[in-house]
C-alpha cells in the first residue's frame, strides 16, 4: 500500500498569510493526487484534483504543486473561512489512500 | 446540483450487522463509480469500499473485506454499503461519495457506532 506522509499535524497562521502543507507518498504516485478541505461538523469537500488542478468553485488563492512523491498545497492570503482540516489522496494505486491529515487554525 | 444522502446509521452491538444507503440526485448514477469513506471520531479519513459503474467490480481494504459488501442498484441511484461482523473499530461517520477517480462529491455522512 502506499503511504500517504502529511505535515505538518497542526498549523497556526494569521489572516493574509500564506500557508503551506506537504504530502509525501512512499512511491511515485505520478501527480494522480488530491487535497480535500474538511471544515468543523462537515463533510470533506474536493479542493485540487490531478496534483495542481483546482476544482469547481474553489478560490483562486488555493493551489496545488509537486511531482513524483512529493506534494504540497498553498494558501494565499489566509482568510477565516479557511479554518479546516486538509486531506491529501492519492489515486495511483489501489488501495486508495489518505493522509493523516492537518488542522489549520487562526493565530 | 449532485446530492448524495446517506441513511441506515446508528447503534449496533459488536457482532451484528447494518446495512447503510446512499441516494443519489442531480447527476447520472449509473455512469459513475461509486464508494464508501469512513472517519472514525477525531480520526482522518479511511476509504472503505468501490464499485465500478455496473457493480461488476468491488474493491475494498483488508481492514473490511470479507465483512462491508458494497452493491448499488442503478434504476434507483441508490448506493448500499452491507456491514456484517461489526467491531468497535468500525465506529465512524461513513460518507457515501462519487469516485470518477478522486472523490469529487461526498455526502453529508451517517453514524455509525458498534458498542454494547
Known amino acids: 500500500d502506499i503511504q500517504m506522509t502529511q505535515s505538518p499535524a497542526s498549523l497556526s497562521a494569521s489572516l493574509g498569510e500564506t500557508v503551506t502543507i506537504e504530502c509525501r507518498a512512499s512511491?511515485?504516485?505520478?501527480?494522480?493526487l488530491a487535497w480535500y478541505q474538511q471544515k468543523p461538523g462537515n463533510s470533506p469537500q474536493l479542493l485540487i484534483y490531478?496534483?495542481?488542478s483546482l476544482a469547481d468553485g474553489v478560490p483562486s488563492r488555493f493551489s496545488g504543486s509537486g511531482s513524483g512523491t512529493q506534494y504540497s498545497l498553498k494558501i494565499n492570503s489566509l482568510q477565516s473561512e479557511d479554518v479546516a482540516s486538509y486531506f491529501c489522496?492519492?489515486?495511483?494505486?489501489?488501495?486508495?489512500?489518505f493522509g493523516g491529515g492537518t488542522k489549520l487554525e487562526l493565530k | 446540483e449532485v446530492q448524495l444522502v446517506e441513511s441506515g446509521g446508528g447503534l449496533v452491538q459488536p457482532g451484528r450487522s447494518l446495512k447503510l444507503s446512499c441516494a443519489a440526485s442531480?447527476?447520472?448514477?449509473?455512469?459513475?463509480?461509486m464508494a464508501w469513506v469512513r472517519q472514525a471520531p477525531k480520526k482522518g479519513l479511511e476509504w472503505v469500499a468501490t464499485?465500478?459503474?455496473?457493480?461488476?467490480?468491488?474493491y475494498y481494504p483488508d481492514s473490511v473485506k470479507g465483512r462491508f459488501t458494497i452493491s448499488r442498484d442503478n434504476a434507483k441511484s441508490s448506493l448500499y454499503l452491507q456491514m456484517n461482523s461489526l467491531k468497535s473499530e468500525d465506529t465512524a461517520t461513513y460518507y457515501c461519495?462519487?469516485?470518477?477517480?478522486?472523490?469529487?462529491?461526498w455526502g453529508q455522512g451517517v453514524m455509525v457506532t458498534v458498542s454494547s
Open positions: 461519495a462519487r469516485q470518477p477517480a478522486f472523490f469529487d462529491y
Open positions: 442531480g447527476f447520472t448514477f449509473s455512469n459513475y463509480y
Open positions: 464499485i465500478s459503474t455496473s457493480g461488476s467490480r468491488t
Open positions: 512511491e511515485d504516485i505520478y501527480s494522480n
Open positions: 490531478d496534483a495542481n
Open positions: 489522496q492519492q489515486y495511483n494505486n489501489y488501495p486508495w489512500t
